[in-house]
T-cell receptor, first 116, second 111 residues
């Protein structure tokens, strides 16, 4: 149980295009999902907290117009990187909080984004 | 005050040995302390977690020791195996808020 999936697992895009990453909780409902960014050999950096049916809360320094987050259902949150540039290349990971399991956050497998 | 300090940055252990990773925090409001294991190119996986009302929790070869007065907690991996080679992150949170992660420890277990 407590499985979180992400799609796609990796994506390569041209500079200036937009990319959408999906995060799904497969066997539980998640009213809260989180989006992280991770650079090589570094820790996870929280980008935003996504609550179902409401606007996401972004961490300081994260551009909300560049990283659009939508949490339309209890099992799906999406992150759209708009007008991507090479500096947006990174490993993006989502997590979902399972209230039935002591509020534990379960992480997705991550999405490797490369912007050319 | 929101930081979680983790050490060591890297750790090399021989197969069968004990791996110990330490974390320290400042915010006494933290009430949940999970450990995550991450393999290269994968998302973190929950390993074991503890709440401050317990001083120790053991699951298989993995044990968390928690010292509330010192505001420290540690992960012990007994009988370390090459398959345990990964990066380990401690974390802390309070009131079901966002996780505050440590900086990570890269563990290498040699046969």
């Amino acid at each position: 149980g407590a499985v979180v999936s992400q799609h796609p697992s990796w994506v390569i895009c041209k500079s200036g295009t937009s990319v959408k990453i999906e995060c799904r909780s497969l066997d539980f409902q998640a009213t809260t999902m989180f989006w992280y960014r991770q650079f090589p050999k570094q820790s996870l950096m929280l980008m935003a907290t996504s609550n179902e049916g409401s606007k996401a809360t972004y961490e300081q320094g994260v551009e909300k117009d560049k990283f659009l987050i939508n949490h339309a259902s209890l099992t799906l949150s999406t992150l759209t990187v708009t007008s991507a540039h090479p500096e947006d290349s990174s490993f993006y990971i989502c997590s979902a909080r399972d209230f039935d399991r002591e509020d534990t956050q379960y992480f997705g497998p991550g999405t490797r984004l490369t912007v050319l | 005050q929101q930081q979680v300090k983790q050490s060591p940055q890297s750790l090399i252990v021989q197969k069968g040995g004990i791996s110990i990773i330490n974390c320290a925090y400042e915010n006494t409001a933290f009430d949940y302390f999970p450990w995550y294991q991450q393999f290269p190119g994968k998302g973190p996986a929950l390993l074991i977690a503890i709440r401050p009302d317990v001083s120790e929790k053991k699951e298989g070869r993995f044990t968390i020791s928690f010292n509330k007065s010192a505001k420290q907690f540690s992960l012990h991996i007994m009988d370390s195996q090459p398959g345990d080679s990964a990066t380990y992150f401690c974390a802390a949170t309070y009131n079901t808020d966002k996780l505050i992660f440590g900086t990570g420890t890269r563990l290498q277990v040699f046969p």
